[in-house]
């Protein structure tokens, strides 16, 4: 299964690591957060020197709650964190976490080469038209309302049917535009508890009846550190337990702040399957 970005064919027949830069002050993981040139930096060449294939700019906080910012405030975060990692990192692959159709395709402009939408084009009409545009991979993840509203809406009559039916409605929405590369995300953490979470993971490799990458994002999230009654800053030991778990019901992306740790979680797990 290839993936193409910018004309670089992604091989996922083994597990790819995406590394995490929230270019926000309100990042649910104070680790991830990069706010300055240097930080942000810094932060890219740790994550690409440890192994990650993609790197994943946030510049919108999409934990349970966060503040609504505008377009206008994401893109003086985003557009110059973009420039500066390609000037660095010419060979870089940015993945741009965004819903706002203006955001992707300005970041695309910039080099981006892939959108990461954590409303699969359900919170702006016009994504979907501009990935038909510019060819890009597109991750689209599971979510009910915004999330602002997201954690009251965890109501479902069969949580896993529930999330690949929407899927389904999603990627044939995609097809009809003519868009190739699809990744999915059950969305983990968004507008679900901790309970759906665990039961959705132990389900995962039911979504790989849908014949696209399957993308997980599990790091450090409430999910692990309320569970284990601890902080999101000691929970690395449990995100390579549920990176362990994704890898072996067939997770093809890892997305994670730890990268180095993903990576000995990937090589350890092929080892156990080959």
């Given at each position: ?36 040139e240097k930080e942000i930096l810094t932060n890219a ?230």
């Open positions: 299964m290839f993936i193409n970005c910018k004309g670089n064919l992604i091989d996922l027949a083994q597990p790819k690591v995406m590394g995490i830069i929230n270019i926000t002050p309100d990042s649910f993981y104070s680790g991830s957060r990069s706010n300055t060449e740790k994550l690409l020197q440890e192994g990650a294939t993609f790197l994943d700019l946030g510049a919108y906080s999409s934990r349970p709650g966060a503040d609504d910012i505008s377009i206008e405030e994401e893109l003086g975060r985003m557009m110059p964190a973009i420039e500066m990692i390609l000037k660095e990192f010419p060979e870089a692959v940015l993945s741009i976490d965004t819903f706002r159709s203006e955001v992707a395709e300005k970041s695309i402009q910039a080099g981006a080469a892939i959108i990461n939408d954590i409303s699969a084009g359900k919170l702006d009409e016009k994504m979907m038209p501009v990935i038909a545009r510019y060819q890009v991979p597109y991750i689209m993840m599971h979510m009910k309302g915004t999330p602002q509203t997201m954690k009251e809406l965890n109501q479902y009559d069969d949580l896993t049917a529930d999330v690949l039916f929407y899927f389904s409605e999603r990627i044939r929405a995609a097809r009809k535009l003519g868009i190739n590369d699809l990744i999915v995300d059950p969305g983990f953490g968004f507008a679900k508890n901790i309970a759906q979470n665990f039961d959705l993971l132990s389900k995962l490799e039911l979504f790989k009846n849908l014949e696209l990458p399957l993308l997980v994002g599990v790091s450090r999230k409430s999910m692990i550190w309320k569970s284990l009654d601890i902080t999101a800053s000691e929970a690395l030991n449990g995100t390579t337990v549920l990176n362990t778990a994704a890898l072996l019901k067939g997770a093809d992306i890892l997305r994670v702040h730890d990268v180095k740790e993903a990576m000995e979680c990937i090589k350890l797990t092929r080892e156990l399957i080959n």
